[in-house]
């Protein structure tokens, strides 16, 4: 599984210090772009080279407990299916990989054309990804 680390700041939470609800999923974001380049793929290349984006297409979450000010989350990406043109990932946010999860999310990501925005097939050699070490 890969896990990235997340401090949470000031900006990240509501008046009450708690992680705002939509943070978790630019923390999830985070981790799967990170996921991606430790596989030796950056998304702006795959832009210029291949005229390839990915965009969350659905996802589910469950929020559990709460974030706050100043804790460092592991967030985890771990790819459970590539098919022809899409990921899906299963994510975790916990305080460090030992405690209880704060929050878990299922999440489809699409490939689609830069130019047309439509749904594109993903190239072989991103479709081959395995292994989910750090």
């Known amino acids: 599984m890969f896990v990235w680390p997340v401090r949470v700041y000031y900006e990240d939470t509501d008046s009450g210090g708690v992680v705002y609800y939509a943070n978790y ?5 985070r981790a799967r772009t990170e996921w991606l380049r430790a596989r030796g793929f ?12 990915f965009a ?10 709460p974030a706050r000010f100043n804790d460092v989350l592991a967030v985890s990406a771990r790819l459970i299916e590539a098919s022809g043109a899409s990921f899906l990932f299963e994510q975790t946010i916990q305080r460090d990989v030992s405690t ?26 991103l479709r081959e990804i395995e292994g989910d070490s750090r």
Do not use: G, N, W
Request: proline fraction near 2%; hydrophobic fraction near 40%.
């Open 25 to 29: 999923l630019k923390f999830m974001e």
């Open 100 to 125: 209880d999860i704060l929050c878990s999310a299922r999440v489809k990501v699409a490939c689609i054309d830069a130019e047309t925005f439509r749904a594109r097939r993903i190239p072989r050699h």
């Open 56 to 65: 969350v297409r659905s996802l589910s979450v469950d929020y559990r407990r």
């Open 42 to 53: 950056e998304q702006d290349a795959l832009l210029q080279e291949q005229r390839l984006l």
